[in-house]
């Protein structure tokens, strides 16, 4: 996949503005509390941000490219896209997320729930929350093992979270 997306990039020189990807980077940088962004953090680049980099890279930043306009910048907007890969994409900017179609006529969205305060990613009709704010203050995230896991929005949540990804380190010293 890494190797697709740089040939892309290289043969193309369509560098872009990744207009999918920043616009889902830039709702998680409006977050105020510095624990609660990184708790949002994780999960998403750990599902959201490697499916919105390989849209940008394969489709929106060509288009933005070739036509000079981003169309994840035009909510409503439905664009046909010819993509790196000699295919047609349709990529609509919706009011809470996007939908992706692909050639093959599967839609994949991103959207956002108002009303759970969540954020989910939805594939072949299979719909996968990716983090939600708890009442309580905390950040309910799902894990890669399909389980998920209520942290505290501060920095021992986040260590909390690192260790349950895997990401964490453990050092004792005798």
Same mark, same amino acid.
Do not use: Q, V, Y
């Given at each position: 996949m890494i190797s697709l997306a740089a040939a892309a990039m290289i043969v193309s020189s369509c560098i872009g503005s990744f207009g999918l990807t920043n616009a889902v980077l830039d709702w998680n940088r409006s977050v105020s509390n510095k624990w609660v962004n990184e708790l949002i953090f994780l999960p998403l680049s750990m599902i959201a941000y490697p499916i919105t980099g390989t849209v940008d890279v394969l489709v929106l930043n060509s288009v933005e490219f070739w036509t000079g306009s981003n169309p994840i910048s035009k909510v409503g907007h439905t664009e046909n896209v010819w993509g790196q890969d000699g295919r047609l994409y349709a990529v609509k900017t919706l009011k809470r997320g996007y939908e992706i179609t692909r050639p093959t006529g599967e839609k994949v969205y991103f959207t956002f729930n108002k009303k759970d305060k969540s954020w989910s990613i939805s594939e072949n009709g299979k719909e996968v929350e =990716?983090?939600?704010?708890?009442?309580?203050?905390? =950040?309910?995230?799902?894990?890669?093992?399909g389980e998920s896991i209520d942290v505290a929005a501060n920095e021992q949540g986040l260590y909390q979270l690192r260790m349950a990804y895997g990401e964490g380190s453990f050092f004792a010293q005798r």
């Open positions: =990716i983090f939600r704010f708890n009442e309580d203050g905390t =950040i309910r995230t799902s894990l890669p093992n």
